[in-house]
């Protein structure tokens, strides 16, 4: 029997990416899949995007991998570049497209004996500090970079901006200024949009957008959910009911003996915990669907389990479909019971969970 489960829907996915588009129709979409697509599995999704994407990317070199073997051929963008000759070489070979961020990266393009040639990013430092060029070495580490034999068509501009998920924040008005001021004098395409730019910033269409999180229906932004902003949720993480018990007034329940019941009710005992990703430090009183009902979460989050409080009149039975995050239970408010984001909580699913794939556009 299947326990832990994420099902992913993949025509929630593409209407995201529809959605992403309408907003910056002149952007060619680079659908960002690192961290195994935010948890959500970079494989499939990757398949489930390609013939609507101009590219994905990806934060390591061995992420990338994963999607060539698996057979997807659409030009790979590595995030933060390569680490070390070897990769270069490989990288150059399977036709990714690494940003290049500093010198060293630099030296092992030169240095490579591979023969073939892919695209390249510069990376510009226009805020984030993080990595990257300073806008001053931007135009001769691009001269520098066209000389290269390995350098194929292009070499592109990108940079991130820090502050995007902030309403009106000066810093994303600074960043975009130093941006186009680092660039306007040189030939290439460039890309500054995350999630949040390309929901609210019309001004910061550029050649290519890379969308992350809101591909998966999650907002940026604090406060809100995705469906504010015509989001679908992708993930919905499920488990099962395998106890209901009768929970007497005054007893205490699992680890610490944390909750002790006001009245008699039932109890319903979950197959998930944190050994799957659901947080330890998940508080009672966090919303859990049991049959479509929101249920209060019980006592403290165990490895395997986790208990929720059904209700003295429940008619619930071991088996019952619980669903943890996901449609109709977003996973934005969760996280911020915990002190994070959503994208933290997709991420740190475990290999523990199934993830299934569905086309249902609800
Ligand atoms: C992760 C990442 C993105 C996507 O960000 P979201 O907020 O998930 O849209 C875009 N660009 C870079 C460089 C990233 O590292």
């Known amino acids: 029997m299947v326990t832990a489960?994420?099902?992913?829907?993949?025509?929630a996915l593409r209407n995201n990416l529809a959605r992403l588009k309408s907003c910056q129709p002149?952007?060619?979409?680079?659908?960002?899949?690192?961290?195994?697509?935010?948890?959500?599995?970079s494989v499939e999704v990757s398949r489930a995007l390609n013939e609507w994407v101009d590219s994905f990317a990806v934060a390591r070199f061995e992420e990338a991998v994963v999607l060539r073997h698996a057979g997807i051929s659409k030009p790979i963008v590595l995030l933060e570049g390569c680490f070390d000759q070897d990769e270069t070489d490989q990288a150059i070979a399977l036709n990714f497209q690494p940003v290049i961020q500093n010198d060293e990266q630099i030296a092992w393009i030169r240095q490579s004996l591979v023969t073939e040639k892919t695209n390249f990013w510069l990376k510009v430092d226009t805020g984030m500090h993080r990595l990257g060029f300073s806008l001053e070495e931007i135009a001769d580490k691009h001269r520098e970079l066209l000389k290269l034999a390995a350098v194929d068509s292009f070499v592109g501009f990108v940079s991130h901006l820090s502050c995007a998920d902030e309403q009106d924040s000066s810093r994303t008005d600074e960043q975009l200024a130093h941006f186009i001021e680092a660039t306007k004098t040189l030939v290439g395409p460039?890309?500054?949009?995350?999630?949040?730019?390309?929901?609210?910033?019309?001004?910061?269409?550029?050649?290519k957008a890379r969308p992350g999180i809101a591909l998966y229906g999650v907002t940026p932004f604090a406060g809100r959910c995705g469906q504010d902003e015509q989001l679908e949720p992708v993930m919905t993480l499920k488990s099962k009911l395998i106890a209901v018990r009768d929970h007497k007034k005054g007893e205490p329940v699992g680890y610490g003996g944390l909750w002790q019941s006001q009245s008699?009710?039932?109890?319903?005992?979950?197959?998930?915990?944190?050994?799957?990703?659901?947080p330890r430090t998940m508080p009672t009183g966090t919303p859990v669907l049991v049959n479509g009902r929101k249920v209060p979460l019980v006592g403290r989050v165990s490895m395997d389990m986790l208990t929720v409080d059904l209700g003295a009149q429940a008619s619930d039975r071991v088996g019952d479909e619980v669903?943890?995050?996901g449609k109709g239970n977003p996973v934005e408010p969760l996280a911020e019971r915990v002190g994070t984001i959503g994208y933290e909580l997709l991420i740190q699913l475990t290999s523990r969970v199934k993830r299934t794939y569905i086309e249902s556009a609800s």
């Open 5 to 11: 489960e994420a099902v992913v829907d993949l025509a």
């Open 26 to 41: 002149d952007s060619k979409m680079v659908a960002v899949v690192k961290g195994n697509a935010y948890g959500h599995g």
């Open 190 to 207: 460039r890309s500054l949009a995350n999630s949040a730019a390309l929901l609210t910033r019309r001004d910061i269409a550029f050649d």
């Open 264 to 278: 008699d009710t039932r109890l319903g005992v979950v197959a998930i915990g944190y050994g799957d990703g659901y």
């Open 323 to 325: 669903i943890l995050w």
